[in-house]
């Protein structure tokens, strides 16, 4: 039974708001803005942040500012900043921004790797090898993106051999995590334990992380199946910003608030603060202009304290 | 662990949509429209509709034409429609508008009895006493809510023991089905355990629900987490729509289609049609002139099947 007993005493926590969410906005963020919320969410405790991506500015222009992002941002003891890097000139500009570590990505299926990144998904592995060689003999740390592990909106359901046989593929590079991405947030809790409780058979060494979209409203449920095959690194996405601009259908990261009001009311430590996650979250918006993304700022504040204290996301009371 | 193998085979969903979802709509929605809703929703399967309250038609003034409503829907075997009532006065008319089934309410606090209800709790079940034995008497079927079980609006936290002591006195009456409430929506994984699974040892031949919000995504993990302490009756309302205007920070009800769609990914029956009751609440979004309010309608449907279907609420593809 999935009860306290079963859960882990700690969950990691992987943001990665400042890139998957920051790269879909529409409107000109200043770098600056990006670097106070990034620094926000470290103060909040997060230790794992995808801060920026090295792809072509031309292909994601909001995120062309990388470098100088990562030149404006505190290094911190035990905080790694990683960026995702789709090439070698990437990686190149990676390094040069001294990043602690990159993320490759591709896709379980070839419909999407073709659709996001214009290789099939063996040119894609092909290609990423000598970035992973190169990246550790630099000493970063690499993690791998599984792009639409759960469901593709090119192809439809994704066999858990499938997502086992490009894993293995990829794990093969040496990558020290592997993220199982549920790209379009189709997963429900028995398929997460299908596909994640094949591959950490064959995981070796490396970490496998779970990236959730909470698109149905499943991704809550699905970090809590997916405890139970032993996954205890989760991605998470302040404000809940982001999706994939390459997904149709695609909306909504799991927001990084919403799992940590679950695991602080579950009692398993994270190390992150969730009030820093919110005023970070905060301050995004109040940039972006709109209203809250995530659930638990949408709802309000609810300390589980004696005297109940519920207030809506400007921190006023409502009752 | 939380596997397969310890998921429930069938849940039974029953659906509220129609008292706590319209409830809370500030547009009048004309009766034949209501009728209409009921009937959808009884089209796509389900078997235990609670249709309307027989509560002052100016304390609810949305749900005023209870009577009619009911002298409007077609009765069918193994449908069962019920009321909520908070007296004898709502009794009666539930009685004379042939119910198979009625609701009684209070709270596992006095502070939130006191402002929705009007009597501290040791009143109101002195009260529901009587309600209980006449509704047994004329052959109807009784379920008793229990709201804020997992945190009070205006008291704070709730301790699992206080929510039993209530629940046991509550299950003295005699009453067929508890429903323990997380009415404004805080409730995590653990807490759920903890309460759902108290509550169980002493349910005795009763049912125990589970009545959850999405307030703070956490409702379908909860769901999951109430598997593994045996409770598989969980409350939903089409559309998502509800809340309490009693209830400061409440919204949303857990959606009818949200449910489904998680429970039908793990294989569990429930003999209820997801596409049925997307278009019942399609339509009634449609009466009442608004967006989708549940995840799966935001999201737009998805075929598990071989080739993908990825719509928006319109059913138009988005690819």
Redesign the interface.
Known sequence: ????D??PRRVRIVEVGPRDGLQNEAATIPTAAKVRFIELLADAGLADIEATSFVSPRAVPQLADGEAVLAALRRRAGLRYTALVPNARGLERALRARVQGVALFTAATDAFAERNIRMSVAESLAAFSPLATDAHAAGLWVRGYLSVCF???????VAPTTVLDVARRFLDLGIDELALADT????????V?AVAGLVREHIGTATLALHCH????????N???AF??GVTTFDASAAGLGGCPFA??A?GNL?TE?LL??L????VETGVQLDGVAAASRYLLGVLGRPPA???L???R???????V?TNASGQA??
Request: net charge neutral; with cysteine.
């Open positions: 039974m999935s009860t306290r079963h859960w469901g593709c909106p090119y192809s439809g359901a379009i947030g189709v997963a429900t809790p028995g398929q334990q909470d698109t149905r409203g499943t991704a809550l449920a970090v809590l199946a139970d095959v149709p259908g909306s927001a919403d009001y679950m602080d009311g579950m009692g995530s659930r638990y949408q709802a309000g609810w300390d589980r304290g004696a005297a109940a519920v409502k009752g």
